[in-house]
């Protein structure tokens, strides 16, 4: 690919190659993720490791890669793995778990006091490489000491990445990821493999893996009955409608007391009127309409 083609892509000059903007409509078609202009640089350099790949010059030849040869959806999903590469660790946001430790849970067990099962079902819900939930796992078994004794719970964990599930599956992990465990969790829970930790079957146990795309209407109608949902720095390479749409499935799934979770510098301002903002010490969460729940809600 020429640098003047990769100028006009950038946006230093003229306008972007219009079979660029092709792969750009496909990704959104299929996926949900859109790329305006401004970024359309990431686009180009994820598309050019596979052009390289696939050796293939031109973004007209990838976009047939990705569209009518043989192989086009092991393509697409090979670019959605490049494109969806997420940047997490473990313990990530300390003052979302204290809030869902000492002010979600136990407004969850006091909601479900008079159901025969005592269960608890939470959806982290572009889990990339799986810290979230197994921190989320984590935090359970703690709780199943005190508060949780005799429930049982369950994480689902999806995403789009087929790499980062296999690494999230294999449960190995590195200096950077585990930069935020205390000495505490990592002996207690964790397994050391050379360099690296190894994430204990106590903890995996309660996490299932799964790929799912959030705009796949069909299957997120079956993630029913959740307790809470974590989807934290997702929706922001979504555009509006899209994230309206996949808002609107976490509601329909979130049972009535459930709660939603998004990054510390995400907002529905302006995407939704049917979720209420309520105020956690150091976060903040989303619920269903106007009920009284752990937290004063914003005005």
């Known amino acids: 690919m020429s640098a003047t083609a990769a100028q006009a892509v950038i946006g230093f000059e003229g306008p972007p190659d219009p079979d660029l903007v092709r792969i750009r409509d496909l990704v959104y078609q299929v996926a949900g993720i859109f790329h305006p202009d401004s970024k359309l640089g990431l686009l180009w350099e994820r598309c050019g490791r596979r052009m390289k790949e696939r050796k293939t010059k031109t973004f007209r030849e990838y976009f047939e890669c990705l569209t009518v ?3 086009r959806r092991a393509e697409l999903l090979a670019l959605l793995n490049e494109i969806t590469i997420g940047e997490t660790c473990f313990f990530r946001n300390q003052a979302q778990l204290h809030a869902v430790r000492d002010l979600v849970i136990p407004t969850i067990i006091e909601a479900k006091a008079k159901l025969p ?7 982290s819900a572009g889990c990339s490489t799986g810290e979230e939930p197994y921190t989320l796992s984590m935090l359970l078994l703690e709780e199943s000491q005190r508060r949780l ?8 964990a999806t995403d789009l990445n087929e790499r980062s599930l296999a690494h999230a599956k294999n449960g190995l992990y590195g200096s950077y990821g585990t930069r935020n465990l205390s000495a505490y ?3 207690k829970y964790f397994s050391p493999e050379g360099e690296q930790l190894r994430v204990q079957p106590v903890v995996q146990r309660n996490v299932s893996f799964s790929r799912l795309n959030l705009s796949d209407d069909a299957r997120m109608t079956f993630m029913k ?4 949902v974590f989807c934290c720095n997702v929706l922001i390479y979504f555009d509006l409608a899209s994230k309206r749409r996949v808002i609107q499935h976490f509601y329909n799934n979130l049972l009535p007391h459930g709660y939603l979770f998004l990054g510390p510098s995400e907002s529905l301002y302006g995407v939704t009127e049917e979720f ?10 989303y619920v269903k309409g106007e009920r009284s729940l752990a937290g004063k809600k914003a005005s």
């Open 69 to 71: 040869k043989p192989n």
């Open 149 to 156: 004794r005799d429930w049982t719970f369950e994480i689902l």
């Open 276 to 285: 209420r903002l309520v105020h956690l010490p150091g976060a903040t969460a």
């Open 185 to 187: 969790y990592r002996e």
């Open 117 to 123: 099962i005592r269960r608890m079902r939470i959806w």
């Open 225 to 228: 009955s959740v307790d809470m």
